[in-house]
């Protein structure tokens, strides 16, 4: 039997086991705290689905992880102008931790480099502050 362990800071009415539960009454986390802690060094990638979800979104940009990290933090800097808050859930990372996170909507006008047009992509992510108060834990960061 897997252990279930709360990463978050958020701890409140916990599900008992591992899955998506919705959370009402969000945002859990403050704009100003997330975007403080969206920096590379304290980003970190904490599901499967999101380590892959970010190399996809940035495959052939760069191929490294610490520019992926650089990319996403740059995407989390714009929750304030360009997000829009959708819901809060527990999510886990299939490895026995379990974190209450807040998901985004961040919309942002890339680039498109065979036609040097720029097209506005919709960004999902999700993010926790972790119990430390010092990583944001990243759940989910998809198209």
Known sequence: MVRTVILSRYTLNAPAGPGR?????????GLDEVKALAC???????TRKCIQDV?????????DYDSE????????QRLETAGRYIDSEWCDNGKG???ACDAY?????????????RQVTRYFVKVAI???G?????????V
């Open 21 to 29: 539960v919705k959370i009402p009454g969000g945002p859990l986390y």
């Open 40 to 46: 590379p060094t304290q980003v970190y990638l904490w």
């Open 55 to 63: 190399r996809n979104l940035y495959e052939g940009v760069r191929d």
């Open 69 to 76: 990290l650089a990319m996403v933090s740059d995407l989390l």
């Open 97 to 99: 931790g379990l974190a």
């Open 105 to 117: 909507e961040v919309r942002r006008a890339d680039l498109i480099p065979a036609t040097g047009n």
């Open 130 to 132: 972790s119990t430390t």
């Open 134 to 142: 010092q990583l944001l834990l990243l759940a989910s960061c998809h």
